[in-house]
């Protein structure tokens, strides 16, 4: 969807808030998915005549999970952020060869292109997301359940990283999973994570925009908690006082992944 000013742009926040309210966004998401998946068909055809060595999922399942269909997009977006998570492992991690745990791997848009240098796992609440990853990639999968805990021992990773996870979750949830990825990590360990934060809080309503500039979560609902369509925003001070309250502060708010960044590690 296009973001930006304008009267068009007003007209599409006022229709989607009305199908929120009305609990039609996610009919409306399916008829919308389908349409693009069907207008995708042709530019996917020639990216896999010129890509064949690249595994990649069904079309209909990216949507879903991404929101664009299209596998240039998928592949490109999916390497630039792997190289931004990179980036800042190879700065941050405690160890030379860190244990890596992405919490929310999705269709392994960044595993895909992360798994052949590092010790890679990769947990999703999403079935079919997890079986294709564990099919067609490196790496280790595995599916986790959509609240805590996930299915390791206390201190047992290096680093943790998640992109456009929190920005999908209830205030609720944003606390709990902050205290489960505190467990899992090892002392000394760093916690890499996006949120939608002051450049993202752009086009809120303005009641919303009067919540996030008081230092509240603003939550858009309307749609199943972890859906695409789920969408919170993190101003500053609530990434500080309560997101990352047990951890010490490391890097961010910064621009990466097409989000706000955040760099937090476990006291040691």
């Known amino acids: 969807m296009h973001v930006g000013p304008g009267d068009d742009f007003r007209y599409k926040q006022q229709l989607v808030a009305l199908l929120r309210a009305t609990r039609l966004l996610p009919l409306a998401e399916w008829f919308y998915a389908r349409g693009k998946v069907r207008a995708a068909d042709e530019a996917n055809r020639e990216f896999r005549e010129k890509h064949p060595d690249i595994a990649l999922p069904p079309p209909s399942l990216i949507q879903r999970t991404y929101g664009n269909p299209e596998y240039q997009s998928f592949h490109h977006w999916g390497w630039n952020n792997a190289q931004e998570i990179a980036h800042y492992i190879q700065q941050y991690a405690p160890v030379e060869s860190p244990q890596i745990l992405e919490w929310g791997c999705g269709l392994g848009r960044i595993a895909s292109h992360l798994v052949q240098d590092h010790a890679y796992t990769g947990v999703d609440?999403?079935?079919?997301?997890?079986?294709?990853?564990?099919?067609?990639?490196?790496?280790?999968?595995?599916?986790?359940?959509?609240?805590?805990?996930?299915?390791?021992?206390?201190?047992?990773?290096?680093?943790?990283?998640?992109?456009?996870?929190?920005?999908?979750?209830?205030?609720?949830?944003?606390?709990?999973?902050?205290?489960?990825?505190?467990?899992?990590?090892?002392?000394?360990?760093?916690?890499?994570?996006?949120?939608?934060?002051?450049?993202?809080?752009g086009n809120l309503t303005d009641a919303d925009r009067q919540r996030f500039d008081q230092g509240n979560l603003v939550t858009k609902s309307g749609v199943a908690e972890g859906s695409r369509t789920y969408l919170a925003y993190h101003p500053d001070a609530f990434v500080k006082r309560h997101l990352t309250a047990p951890f010490e502060p490391v890097a961010g708010p910064e621009t990466a992944c097409n989000q706000t960044i955040y760099v937090r590690r476990k006291p040691a």
């Open 125 to 201: 609440i999403d079935r079919s997301s997890i079986a294709w990853c564990a099919e067609h990639l490196q790496g280790r999968f595995t599916v986790n359940n959509p609240n805590p805990p996930l299915p390791f021992p206390n201190d047992s990773w290096d680093v943790v990283f998640a992109v456009s996870i929190f920005t999908h979750l209830s205030e609720k949830a944003h606390l709990a999973w902050r205290d489960e990825i505190f467990r899992v990590l090892k002392p000394g360990g760093v916690f890499i994570f996006t949120v939608h934060g002051e450049r993202e809080a």
